[in-house]
């Protein structure tokens, strides 16, 4: 029997996937930690702790109060876009996704990190996040300006949603996230695509049950 279910959804990993921000990421903590007296090196970062949740990668390498944890994430959001030029958009994966949008699909951005960090990022990377409802008002003039501010904001596009780590409890590996996606746009795991990288966030795509892609940047 021939399966014609029509993907309606693209769900897609930040770090890593539609963006290489990698070094970006190290920097940022290696002269947030330097900063307050921590020893890490770029080395130590990426193969210890690379992809992990902030408050887990601080709790593990030994900051036990969660005062000084918070404080040095807030740093850290603070000191990160100071290494964007670093980043990396993934050119081919975002021209899929706009296309993909032009026909009438809707693309979201699903990840563990900072809400913070990654709108930062986007807005570097020339990428928008889910227009907002048209407050113009008056003549047709009012409403085509405000739409020109818009795109100016965004000159590679938009996605339609953005879930980030704290909108979720249970996080990747648990499917959480991607199903809440899924739930918001009223698709099921059969019309859904998703694009991921890392270990922990295949498995949450391979639970969700819906398709998916690894990405090797």
Excluded at 22 to 43: F, H, K
Excluded at 86 to 115: E, H, K, Y
Excluded at 208 to 214: E, H, I, L, T
């Amino acid at each position: 029997m021939t399966d014609n279910t029509r993907i309606r959804l693209l769900l897609l990993d930040f770090d890593g996937t539609l963006a290489d921000t990698r070094r970006a990421n190290t920097l940022a903590y290696v002269a947030t930690l330097r900063e307050a007296g921590y020893t890490l090196s770029e080395e130590e970062y990426a193969a210890r702790y690379f992809g992990m949740r902030c408050d887990e990668f601080l709790t593990r390498f030994g900051i036990q109060d969660p005062a000084e944890r918070d404080r040095l994430r807030r740093r850290k959001i603070e000191l990160y876009p100071t290494f964007f030029d670093t980043l990396r958009l993934n050119r081919p994966l975002w021209d899929f996704c706009c296309q993909f949008r032009a026909r009438g699909g809707r693309v979201w951005i699903v990840s563990t990190g900072s809400r913070e960090n990654i709108e930062n990022a986007m807005r570097h990377l020339g990428i928008g996040g889910p227009e907002t409802a048209d407050k113009s008002v008056g003549t047709g003039f009012d409403t085509v300006h405000e739409k020109g501010r818009a795109e100016a904001k965004a000159p590679l596009g938009r996605v339609d949603g953005i879930l980030a780590g704290p909108d979720i409890v249970h996080s990747k590996p648990a499917p959480d996230c991607f199903l809440e996606a899924m739930r918001r746009e009223g698709c099921t795991p059969r019309e859904t695509l998703i694009f991921e990288d890392s270990e922990i966030g295949i498995e949450a795509a391979r639970r969700s049950g819906a398709g998916y892609f690894v990405v090797k940047l």
